[in-house]
């Protein structure tokens, strides 16, 4: 539960937000300057976050939440990234799971949903693609359903207040959204996850799913929307993680009492060859975060308008021409992004020196990071490039006509 959460003003503005979300992630509970924390569970980061009100972020104000918006949203998560990149990743996934009533739910399970998950700050945990059902929900003689089944790699388990589970209704076959206690019998939560982060495998058996605990019913327009929304937590990742291992070999080069023997200068910031160098990894970051910018605010409308779109319209699903463009950008964003974050992760190295592969300033965190938070790129550059060639876009990521 959140701390009085009644006498917390939540910022206002976008501007507030992130000044926000730059104060918590520089506190010592969020900040890992070390890496000691880094790849396991981090119960007093994910705590932090709570306390600071980001969890609510991006719950409507009329359901007691901070009422920002997704363009805010991506940036709050970029912001905690580059302190933390575990952390930016359960975020990131945090609000993308707490939006599923909105994406494929209706205004009484937001309703129902929302206020409640404001008052506990609680913490979302799960699969953040719909399209993962495996778990089978059978109805119960007396109302609800019991769940079965395993669930992989599934964001936040390990921490989750909630798990919001993508499942398959064993009697009719259709694919459902539920939210799930993880504290409840019959769900037993697995440590390890992709790259060591804060993720596991949860085994259900015979949990207890109530009828109020059916968040949502995916459609393929809902399903269709998501795809992006996913790939544009990542490439806001990808762009934290390259940002801060620029802060911190910055910091780092500028400490550095001696420059280079080679160097020609008095000074290391005066050395040509790394001002040249970080000059080069700067124009990759900063061409990245902009084409980021520009496809989250593409995408964001369509994100919000889930939320006031009734049911029984989803089905028509956004513009097909419109929302294959914006899918494209995105994936293109996600491609720059990574490739930045790989550049700047490994080049910093060999700009800061030998002595950079020691515990401070830590910048084998990010390269960590880097390495090991993403799924395959080669799969978003052979999209684009097919788009490109053929004008084709794939269709498991269509949008239905």
């Given at each position: 539960?959140c701390?009085?959460?009644?006498?917390?003003v939540?910022?206002?503005?976008?501007?507030?937000?992130l000044?926000?979300?730059?104060?918590?992630?520089s506190?010592?509970?969020?900040?890992?300057?070390?890496?000691?924390?880094?790849?396991?569970p981090?119960?007093?980061?994910?705590?932090a976050l709570?306390?600071?009100?980001?969890?609510?972020?991006?719950?409507?104000?009329r359901?007691?939440?901070?009422?920002a918006?997704?363009?805010?949203?991506?940036?709050?998560?970029?912001?905690?990234?580059?302190?933390?990149?575990?952390l930016?990743?359960?975020?990131?996934?945090?609000?993308?799971?707490?939006?599923?009533p909105?994406?494929?739910?209706?205004?009484?399970?937001?309703?129902?949903?929302?206020?409640?998950?404001?008052?506990?700050?609680r913490?979302w945990?799960?699969a953040p693609?719909?399209?993962?059902?495996?778990?089978?929900?059978a109805p119960r003689?007396?109302?609800?359903?019991?769940?079965?089944?395993?669930t992989?790699?599934?964001s936040?388990?390990?921490?989750?207040?909630?798990?919001?589970?993508?499942a398959?209704?064993?009697?009719?076959?259709?694919?459902?959204?539920?939210l799930?206690?993880?504290?409840?019998?019959?769900?037993?939560?697995?440590?390890?996850?992709?790259?060591?982060?804060?993720?596991?495998?949860v085994?259900?058996?015979?949990a207890?799913?109530?009828?109020?605990?059916v968040?949502?019913?995916?459609?393929?327009?809902?399903?269709?929307?998501?795809?992006?929304?996913?790939?544009?937590?990542f490439?806001?990742?990808?762009?934290?993680i390259?940002?801060?291992?620029l802060?911190?070999?910055?910091?780092?080069?500028?400490?550095?009492s001696?420059?280079?023997?080679?160097?020609?200068?008095?000074?290391?910031?005066?050395d040509?060859?790394l001002?040249?160098?970080?000059g080069?990894?700067?124009?990759?970051?900063?061409?990245?975060?902009?084409?980021?910018?520009?496809?989250?605010d593409?995408?964001?409308?369509?994100?919000?308008?889930?939320?006031?779109?009734?049911?029984?319209?989803?089905?028509?699903?956004?513009p097909?021409?419109?929302y294959?463009?914006t899918?494209?950008?995105?994936?293109?964003?996600?491609?720059?992004a990574?490739?930045?974050?790989?550049a700047?992760?490994?080049?910093?190295?060999?700009?800061?020196?030998?002595?950079?592969?020691?515990?401070?300033?830590?910048?084998?965190r990010?390269?960590?990071?880097?390495?090991?938070?993403?799924?395959?790129?080669?799969?978003?550059?052979?999209?684009?490039?097919?788009?490109?060639?053929?004008?084709?876009?794939p269709?498991?990521?269509?949008?239905?006509?």
């Open positions: 539960m701390d009085e959460p009644a006498q917390r939540p910022p206002r503005d976008h501007a507030g937000w000044a926000l979300a730059r104060t918590t992630a506190g010592p509970d969020v900040d890992d300057p070390d890496g000691r924390h880094a790849g396991r981090q119960a007093r980061g994910a705590e709570r306390q600071a009100g980001l969890l609510t972020l991006l719950i409507p104000a359901h007691g939440g901070g009422g918006t997704w363009r805010t949203a991506f940036q709050v998560v970029r912001e905690v990234a580059a302190a933390n990149g575990d930016g990743l359960l975020l990131g996934h945090h609000y993308l799971l707490s939006w599923t909105a994406l494929h739910g209706t205004e009484a399970d937001r309703e129902r949903v929302w206020p409640v998950a404001a008052a506990a700050c913490l945990g799960g693609d719909p399209r993962d059902a495996s778990p089978t929900l003689p007396h109302g609800g359903f019991t769940l079965d089944g395993t992989a790699i599934t936040g388990a390990v921490l989750a207040d909630r798990l919001a589970v993508g398959t209704r064993a009697d009719t076959g259709e694919p459902l959204m539920v799930v206690d993880p504290a409840g019998p019959g769900v037993a939560r697995a440590e390890g996850g992709a790259g060591g982060a804060p993720n596991g495998t085994l259900f058996s015979g207890i799913v109530g009828e109020h605990d968040i949502g019913r995916p459609s393929p327009a809902s399903t269709a929307l998501m795809a992006p929304a996913i790939q544009m937590v490439a806001q990742l990808y762009l934290g390259a940002e801060g291992a802060d911190a070999a910055r910091a780092h080069a500028v400490a550095r001696r420059p280079w023997p080679l160097g020609q200068a008095r000074r290391t910031g005066g040509a060859y001002a040249g160098a970080y080069g990894l700067l124009a990759q970051v900063r061409a990245a975060r902009a084409l980021a910018d520009r496809a989250a593409d995408l964001a409308p369509d994100l919000h308008g889930a939320a006031a779109r009734p049911q029984s319209a989803e089905s028509a699903g956004p097909d021409e419109r294959c463009e899918a494209v950008l995105v994936a293109t964003a996600k491609i720059a990574v490739q930045a974050s790989l700047v992760a490994s080049r910093v190295f060999e700009l800061a020196g030998p002595d950079s592969a020691r515990a401070r300033p830590g910048l084998a990010f390269w960590r990071y880097a390495k090991t938070l993403h799924d395959p790129v080669a799969h978003r550059q052979a999209e684009v490039g097919r788009e490109f060639l053929t004008g084709e876009f269709p498991e990521r269509k949008a239905p006509p």
